[in-house]
């Protein structure tokens, strides 16, 4: 469920060439192409069998059965592979993904988004980019890893989930499973873009993401007569409701992560709005804050965000309505409680009478702490395969697996290995794509990142 929007960062050096090889990068094409042809969507039940492949394709590389555990969870599953460290006093590391896809209809698609294939130097399918194309890196990378005998001193754990686009029961149970792990390394989430001409300039390290959450406003009445108005009508308290949500806007945050950021990034957006990103990184400025919220593109990384997405009154023409209600989306900025928010909102709306309730069990965590190791190692990664490539921390506005694991105190990261140009970025959309040059590169990117992080 990642997003790949506004990349904000760092500039990082290259270092020398890892000693072993990477993956074979045509194994990992195969593992990708027979990933996108099994259909992995919510109610069809494939996600055992793909879990099911993926541990046939460890287990020809040297993982003991013992090693690998596929847990059924009503119609989908979860895969957690090992290889053990030789240090038992270091707490394990994973690397997470998810075998799950959204739903897509032949009908719509040029292509039939369940065939793979592969034409004009990409890969077409749905799940391509979210998530099967790093999830294959991984699997081939910890084959390669275990095929060579690689003895980490820290525990490495690759972890997959099976319902990171819907339910995420999936995540929540491998986040109480293994929530003392180190740190986690998440497919889904960061990435890199592609310019015009195809070539790497910016990287992107997710180290946290704004949390989601739905509040439903309701009002009721008696009703009556359409002829006969009340000043109780439902929908006016609604109207009232909604323009005051309108107009209101949750105070401006930064972190550790959007300081970083911001600042990094103001330079290459430039103008005015690299101006207000340099200010509001360095001082908080409020005139800074107000201008890159008038910018969709900016808002979300300053503030907590709500917005009325459904709205829903009255049953009849003739008659005065006895119900209304507006659902109102949250994108929540990390380290801010979903309970801190719903307050806020009943304070803007201001109406006694109106029924206020949390929908669904939402979740909400901090951002991730900036760790000199992780972000060395991915920099060393990301610039071996692209020299003087800006590598950048960002916070993501979609949730990922990572949400449940920064709950418990876990430090994620979004490393994701695939690079893209902008146009190309069709995750949840028709025609999803990957391009298929990157594929040795992406693997020599999970090598490196692996082998420094669990040495």
Not at 21 to 39: N, P, V
Not at 142 to 165: C, N, V
Not at 185 to 209: I, R, S
Request: charged residues 20%.
């Amino acid at each position: 469920m990642a997003m790949r929007g506004v990349f904000l960062g760092l500039t990082l050096l290259a270092v020398p060439q890892g000693a072993f090889a990477a993956a074979d990068a045509g194994a990992a094409k195969d593992i990708l192409m027979r990933s996108i042809a099994m259909k992995t969507v919510q109610g069809e039940g494939n996600v055992p069998k793909l879990a099911a492949y993926y541990a046939s394709v460890l287990k020809a590389a040297g993982f003991a059965d013992a090693d690998i555990v596929i847990t059924p969870m009503g119609e989908t599953a979860t895969l957690a592979a090992t290889i053990w460290g030789s240090d038992p006093k270091l707490k394990p590391m994973a690397l997470i993904g998810h075998m799950d896809v959204v739903a897509a209809n032949r009908a719509d698609w040029t292509r039939d988004p369940f065939v793979p294939v592969e034409e004009n130097g990409y890969i077409f399918g749905r799940g391509s980019e979210d998530n099967k194309y790093d999830v294959a890196m991984m699997v081939a990378t910890m084959a390669q890893l275990k095929k060579e005998g690689w003895k980490p001193r820290r525990t490495t754990i690759l972890l997959l989930s099976g319902d990171e686009e819907t339910d995420m029961v999936t995540t929540r149970a491998l986040s109480q499973q293994y929530k003392d792990l180190e740190l986690l390394l998440n497919g889904d989430g960061g990435g890199g873009l592609l310019n015009d001409e195809g070539k790497p300039v910016l990287y992107q390290l997710q180290a946290g993401e704004k949390s989601y959450a739905d509040f439903e406003f309701a009002f009721t009445d008696a009703g009556g007569h359409s002829s006969a108005p009340t000043p109780g009508n439902p929908i006016y308290r609604l109207a009232k409701a909604i323009d005051a949500i309108a107009a209101y806007q949750f105070p401006p945050m930064r972190n550790e992560l959007t300081k970083a950021s911001l600042a990094l990034s103001a330079d290459r957006i430039g103008g005015e709005v690299g101006q207000a990103m340099r200010r509001y990184a360095e001082t908080g400025d409020g005139a800074a804050a107000q201008l890159l919220s008038s910018r969709p593109e900016f808002i979300g990384q300053v503030r907590t965000t709500c917005v009325a997405t459904v709205a829903q009154a009255g049953h009849a023409l003739n008659a005065l309505p006895q119900s209304a209600k507006v659902d109102v989306n949250c994108r929540i900025f990390p380290g801010v409680t979903i309970d801190q928010v719903k307050a806020q909102l009943v304070k803007v709306v201001n109406d006694p009478s109106a029924t206020v309730k949390t929908l669904g069990d939402p979740l909400a965590s901090d951002a991730s702490p900036l760790r000199a190791d992780v972000m060395k190692a991915v920099k060393d990664a990301v610039t071996a395969r692209a020299p003087g490539v800006t590598v950048m921390p960002g916070m993501s506005a979609g949730a990922t697996d990572s949400l449940y694991f920064r709950a418990l105190g876990v430090p994620s990261f979004g490393v994701s290995s695939l690079f893209m140009k902008a146009e190309d970025g069709f995750a949840h959309g028709l025609n999803e794509r990957v391009p298929v040059a990157g594929i040795a590169e992406s693997l020599e990117q999970w090598d490196r990142v692996v082998r420094a992080l669990a040495r």
